[in-house]
């Protein structure tokens, strides 16, 4: 039972590098999800998806790209990479459900992507 | 636009004293309330949440948070701390009527348990 698998776990780039992160979900969720997390900032979304073909910007779009061509997977491109992207990425997944169903509006994580950029 | 403010970045607590982490939100609708919480070098993991009826809600590994909606407040609890309760927590909101996914985190509590 993976859950969501995330791909690479660690990663260093040079400053103008470019690099795609991908995220793997096993649940046939329908919702998928890019945050980034910073000491003492929480955890920020970057974009979004709610079903195959299509994705939306979050709180922190810029600088990054997304595609969810899969259902079941949803890859973070970054273009040319600068050392604010510093970060630990997550990737997570949820159900498109109702408040009553059980596993609504619960986000399921997969364990990070740390990425330095020098 | 929606906040969510947890009360101390980092809280110690000896084993077996009662661990209270403290989140409060802006909304002038109550939104729906999230705990999760982040073991060293994991990814984030749900406690509890709250989206309607009662208010007291019990999650996993003995936590339980109110939610308070004259005090704006949902804090998490739990009676007896043990030493693998320490990790990093976070408190987390969906507004109404707002899109899946599109939480908003608290900056997060780092909880220690000492001997």
């Known amino acids: 039972n993976a859950g969501v698998t995330q791909t690479p776990k660690f990663r260093v780039l040079k400053t103008g590098q470019s690099m795609t992160l991908l995220c793997a979900q096993d649940m046939n969720h329908e919702y998928m999800y890019w945050y980034r997390q910073d000491p003492g900032m929480g955890l920020r979304l970057i974009h979004y998806s709610v079903g195959e073909g299509t994705t939306a910007k979050g709180e922190v779009p810029d600088g990054y790209n997304v595609s969810r061509l899969k259902k079941q997977n949803f890859l973070l491109g970054l273009e040319s990479a600068a050392p604010s992207q510093t970060s630990v990425y997550f990737c997570?997944?949820?159900?498109?459900?109702?408040?009553?169903?059980?596993?609504?509006?619960?986000?399921?994580f997969g364990a990070g992507s740390r990425l330095t950029v020098l | 636009a929606q906040s969510v403010t947890q009360l101390g970045s980092h809280v110690s607590v000896s084993e077996g004293a009662l661990v209270l982490l403290r989140c409060n939100y802006s909304s002038s609708v109550p939104p729906y309330l999230f705990w999760y919480v982040q073991y060293p070098n994991q990814g984030l993991q749900l406690l509890l949440k709250y989206t309607t009826g009662a208010t007291l809600v019990k999650g996993i590994n003995g936590f339980e948070a109110e939610f308070k909606k004259s005090e704006t407040s949902f804090h998490l609890t739990k009676p007896s701390a043990h030493m693998s309760d320490a990790a990093e927590y976070f408190c987390a909101v969906r507004p109404y009527g707002g899109s899946q996914g599109n939480l908003i985190f608290g900056k997060g509590t780092k909880l220690s348990v000492k001997p």
């Open positions: 997570a997944s949820s159900w498109n459900g109702t408040a009553t169903r059980s596993g609504a509006n619960v986000l399921t």
